[in-house]
Every structure is written in C-alpha cells, then in structure tokens.
C-alpha cells in the first residue's frame, strides 16, 4: 500500500515538473487578443448597432471628466458639447483625416469636449515645444464595445 | 532503511510545492518591483527619457521593442519610437505605454500624431495578453505618399495599425527609447529596442550603422547600449529601464 502511494506521488511530481517547464519556456496557450482600445464603456444594450446609450456616455464623463492623458487646466469644469453615433469615415472626416482604425461604415460614437484641457502624458519627444491647452478635446468610443479608440485634440 | 514512507512523502510533497511555484511564475507576465520616489514632472511637462537618435531624410523606420511587464505607475511610461520631421514640431510615435486609468496600468499597443493644422490624437489597441510576453513588438511607420504614414505594432498574439494623414513631410529624425511621468510606482525591467532599420527612397531596408547620440537622458529613466549599432549587424540595441526598479 505505501508502495503505491510513493509510486503515486512520484508520478505527480513529474507531471508538475513538465507542466512547470512548460510554464518557464512560456509554451502555454495565452489566449486571443482582446478588443482595440481603452476600455471604458460597458455595452447596456445587448445588441444593435450601438451598444450603449448617450446616457451612458454622460454616466461615463461623470466619473472620468477628462479624456485620456488629458487634465483639466485649474478652476475649470469639463463639459460635454455633443454626443454622436455617427460612421468611422464622418468621425475621421470630423477630426481632419485622423484615422479611427475601423471600417468606413462601423459605428462610433464621438464626444467633444469643452475645457480647457492640458495634455497629460502624451509621449512628446524629449526637448520638442509643449503642445498647449486645448480649449475642447475630441474622445471616439466604439459603438459595440464602448472601447476609446482616439483621444485628441484638434 | 535510509528513506522512510514518511520521509519520502514529506520530499516529494516540498518538490511538488517548488516545482508548482515555477509554474506559476513562468506563466505570469514578469513585473518588476515598483521603484522609489522620482521627480519626473506632471502630465505635461518635464518627463523623463532615456532616448537616443538618428538624423537624416528616411521614408520611414522599424524597431523591435521588447514585451516586458512594465507599469506606468501614478503617470505613465512608454517605450517606442517616433519619427520626427527637420524641426522636431510634427512627429508620428508607436510603441507600447502603460498608464494609470489606461487598461487597469497594463501594457498597451499604441500610436500618436501631432500633425500640422491637424492636432495630437492618441490611439490604443486593447491591453497585451499573457502570450506577447518574453517577445518583441516589431514597431513600423513609413511614408506612403508625401504626407500619410502606415503605422504597424505586431507583438505576438496582439497587432495594431493605423494611418496618419495630412501629416508632415520630409521625416529626418528617428528617436528610440523610453519616456517617463510622474514622481512614483512605474517600473520597467530591462527592456530591448532592437533590430532598429531606416527605410531609403526606393524601398530599401537598411540595419543602422552609427550609434546613435543621446537625445536625452534622466534618472531614474536610464538607457544603454547593450549592442552598438556599430558593431552588430542587425542596429544594435538600445536598452532602457528604471533606476531602483528594474535596472
């Protein structure tokens, strides 16, 4: 009986220890690549071609006043100007050709904002000049996964 | 007898504890310690950088930028490349950024623009999975046209791509390397900026060959040639990391 259960054990230590080579040489399935952009809505809706509402949008900047990298300048409120669903091409066509990375006819909503916001954390080149506040910002949402896929100023 | 049962269901039960924890260490994406206190500016102005650069007209750029598990702590870190035009105003970058309120503070593909008349934008891809860690992300942008740039970031299992236009024209300035904000909590192990090419008029590779001069460089945010351009034959590598957390 103890026999056996020494044979077991050893029989368990090994299959740890391949499974735990395995594991150091990284040889383990990881999965797909999630969703392009910053989560940051999640869908309401469980279908159509917006999954989430302006109310969500607003619910959205209620918790989080800026876009991305950004900060408000001291002493100001942001505001929401509008909230569109419009297509990828008229977003992009809004915001002088800046690409959105989806299809001409996939669905994004886009937010502008008013500020005045400094931009925060937006990878300038060492010893380039300061890009200045802006007085309004631009946030594009994918409209079936609530995602930020661009964030700007004009 | 030398081993007894219970001795021996005692040292087998300590491998079997050992051998999980390598296990469980292999599959998780390494994350260095957090490291102490710096002063690297607010969100706008006074990064850090570990940068290095190369000048002359190109029609673009790739690099391979190691997949480590980097955190940007109470601000950000980047390790990219940006291409830049002759008076460093306009640039396209990509790279990899991790961020506080950007995907929980994880790794993340991303490209940017500040284009003339057009504005700075920002684009993301989703957060890096378990699977593009321990690799590289071959970071690409070349000129199409006179003014549109095609961006590509490929790690492994994570890709992302984007078009920038009505940009600048006459890139001349190919910088590589590491940006940092914030006063606490970011950590970059070593990190590899590899394989760094420049892209001639007719569409022609070419591995770089001088070593390119510092642009910038401030502590904690530290850089190193770990291969010279010079005397590899692949563009050397340009490795960077945070002093106290990871270095």
Redesign the interface.
């Known amino acids: 009986m103890r026999s056996k259960v020494l044979i077991a054990s050893l029989v368990i230590a090994c299959i740890i220890c391949v499974v735990g080579v395995i594991g150091v040489f990284r040889n383990v399935e990881a999965g797909s690549a999630s969703a392009p952009g910053i989560i940051a809505i999640r869908p309401t809706l469980a279908n159509g071609n917006a999954r989430f509402t302006a109310a969500d949008v607003r619910a959205y900047f209620q918790a989080h006043p800026t876009p991305p990298q950004m900060s408000l300048a001291p002493g100001h409120t942001a505001k929401i100007l509008s909230i569109d669903f419009i297509t990828s091409k008229e977003a992009s066509q809004r915001m002088k050709g800046e690409s959105v990375g989806l299809p001409d006819n996939a669905l994004v909503c886009y937010v502008q904002l008013s500020g005045p916001f400094l931009l925060g954390m937006i990878s300038r080149p060492p010893g380039t000049k300061p890009i200045p506040p802006s007085d309004t910002a631009t946030v594009v949402f994918d409209a079936q996964t609530g995602n930020i896929l661009v964030s700007g100023t004009p | 007898m030398l081993f007894t ?1 219970k001795r ?2 005692t040292y ?2 300590v ?2 504890i050992l ?2 924890a ?6 998780a994406p390494p994350k260095a310690m957090a490291a102490p206190l710096y002063s690297c500016g ?4 006074n ?1 850090c ?1 570990a ?1 290095v650069g190369w000048s002359g007209l190109v029609n673009g750029a790739d690099t391979r930028i190691g997949t480590r598990g980097i955190t940007g702590g109470g ?2 870190v ?1 390790t ?1 490349m ?1 291409l ?1 035009d002759s008076t ?2 306009y ?1 396209v ?1 990509a790279g990899i ?1 991790a ?1 506080i ?4 503070n994880t790794p ?1 593909l ?1 490209w ?4 003339p ?11 890096l ?6 690799a590289n992300a071959l970071t690409r942008i070349t000129l199409s046209g006179s003014n549109t740039y095609n961006i590509s970031i490929s790690a492994p ?10 940009s600048f024209v006459n890139p001349d300035g190919i ?1 590589i390397g590491m ?1 940092l ?1 914030g006063s606490q909590g970011a950590s970059v192990p070593p990190v590899g900026i590899t394989n760094n090419r420049w892209l001639d008029g007719v569409g022609g590779w070419h591995y770089q060959t001088t070593d390119a001069p510092v ?2 460089l401030n502590s904690p945010a530290n850089g190193y040639w770990f291969a010279r351009p010079s005397q590899s034959s692949t563009g050397g590598d340009w490795s960077v990391c945070i002093i106290g957390a990871g270095c």
């Open positions: 049962y021996s269901v087998l039960t491998i079997a051998l999980l390598i296990f469980i260490q292999g599959i607010d969100l706008q102005n990064h950088y940068v601000c950000g980047n990219e940006w830049l460093s105003t640039w970058e950024t961020q309120n950007l995907n929980n993340t991303f940017a623009d500040n284009r008349g057009g504005g700075f934008h920002n684009h993301f891809s989703g957060p999975v378990s699977g593009d860690y321990g299992i994570t890709n992302f791509s984007g078009v920038s236009t009505n910088w940006e904000c642009i910038s």
